[in-house]
């Protein structure tokens, strides 16, 4: 019998809408290839910005429990000039990855062959790790407050308070291990800051130390993020699995997708570990409102976030498909323009399919 997996696909705003209409056909031709073991149902959800300007909220009043069913989300990208960036990302990206508590983002950091990546030593290292961000509290914990002084004008007071919880380490250090544990080198790096804060991060470091007892066959070590953001760059070649709090992961995935070449090749999951929810998976990018528009977008991090949803449903092989395919395509050349390239979005796109379409049938 046909397995049909339920995908809601929210686009939102600028190249979401490219980059997820690539995504599709590829995952589409994944499974017209599949022989009828599964399909692909897609449901779309015009949320964002435009249904913003429509409706004062960046999604339906009952859009979290339409979501619940499905069983993941595709997403693009939230943000445009019309809506401040905090309210459409917390209308609908944050809103959706909090309340469905997708407390583990994983975002790998491919360098793939024929992208020059600015960093000399990718030319003849082995480079590949894979950045696991906290994702349900940290510093994006939306906890906090303005106008508490109620001092008038010129005196505002906010805060933004970072909230560490045992369990919230813990369960994501856990998960840290897991993957390392399916790596080549299994070595967990965790992302640190307790010399200034004293509090939520020393939490994060003892819980950290005792999680790691339970993985002896698991390489430690704790650093700095200021000293870890020199780590990327100098020394990269020593990481395979980097564990870090919402905000440091947020700031140091970008600066590793930064390093393999562009944002427009760096996929991300939001993964709900219990699958009590649906996950969610996306490219790291954001709308891109510089370019959008134009059909050259890169549809390369959204593509391999496709391959990580496939992952989540237990399609390995295929997910290795997917990224051999995307290898191949750079590999040969097909570069967005981003990248150094004059390939379109849909030029990328077709060649993908086309050395899957050679793939699937030598599987
Ligand atoms: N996950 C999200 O939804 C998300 C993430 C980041 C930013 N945003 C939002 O996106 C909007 C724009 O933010 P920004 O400019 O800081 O970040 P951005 O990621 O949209 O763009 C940064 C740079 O990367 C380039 N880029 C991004 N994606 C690309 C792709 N697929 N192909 C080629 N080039 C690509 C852009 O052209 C731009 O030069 C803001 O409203 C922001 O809040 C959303």
């Not at 599964?38 to 339409?66: C, I, N, P, V």
């Not at 509090?199 to 070590?221: H, S």
Request: glycine share 8%; charged share 20%; with cysteine.
């Amino acid at each position: 019998m046909t397995q049909t997996y339920r995908i809601a696909s929210i686009p939102a705003d600028g190249v979401g809408k490219e980059v997820i209409a690539a995504g599709r056909k590829v995952l589409d031709f994944v499974a017209e290839q599949s022989n009828g073991e599964f399909t692909f149902q897609w449901d779309d959800f015009d949320w964002g910005s435009e249904y913003y300007a429509r409706h004062g909220k960046m999604m339906a009043d009952d859009g979290l429990d339409t979501l619940k069913d499905y069983d993941a989300i595709y997403f693009g990208a939230v943000g445009w000039s019309n809506v401040p960036d905090h309210i459409s990302l917390w209308g609908l990206r944050l809103n959706i990855t909090q309340n469905f508590d997708q407390w583990a983002n994983i975002r790998p950091v491919k360098f793939l062959p024929g992208v020059q990546s600015p960093l000399r030593k990718a030319d003849d290292t082995e480079l590949d790790w894979v950045v696991v961000r906290e994702n349900s509290e940290g510093e994006y914990a939306g906890l906090g407050g303005r106008n508490l002084s109620g001092r008038g004008p010129g005196n505002e007071v906010a805060l933004q308070t970072a909230l560490f919880t045992e369990k919230g380490c813990e369960r994501i250090h856990r998960f840290a291990f897991e993957l390392a544990r399916t790596r080549t080198v299994k070595k967990v790096s965790s992302v640190t800051k307790s010399n200034a804060q004293q509090y939520g991060m020393v939490l994060w470091d003892e819980t950290f130390q005792r999680v790691a007892l339970d993985y002896p066959d698991v390489a430690t070590e704790s650093v700095l993020v200021d000293a870890m953001s020199a780590k990327f760059i100098l020394h990269p070649e020593d990481l395979s699995v980097v564990v870090a709090s919402n905000l440091n992961a947020d700031i140091l995935s970008d600066l590793g997708s930064a390093l393999a070449g562009s944002l427009g090749l760096a996929a991300s999951a939001n993964i709900n570990p219990e699958r009590r929810f649906p996950s969610m998976f996306e490219p790291v990018h954001g709308s891109a409102p510089d370019i959008a528009g134009q059909g050259i977008s890169n549809p390369i991090g959204t593509i391999a976030s496709g391959a990580l949803m496939l992952d989540h449903f237990g399609l390995h092989a295929q997910a290795r498909a997917v990224e051999a395919a995307i290898e191949a395509t750079t590999a040969a050349g097909h570069l967005t323009r981003e990248i150094g390239g004059t390939a379109t979005t849909d030029q990328v796109t077709d060649s993908i399919i086309e050395a899957l379409s050679h793939a699937l049938v030598s599987a």
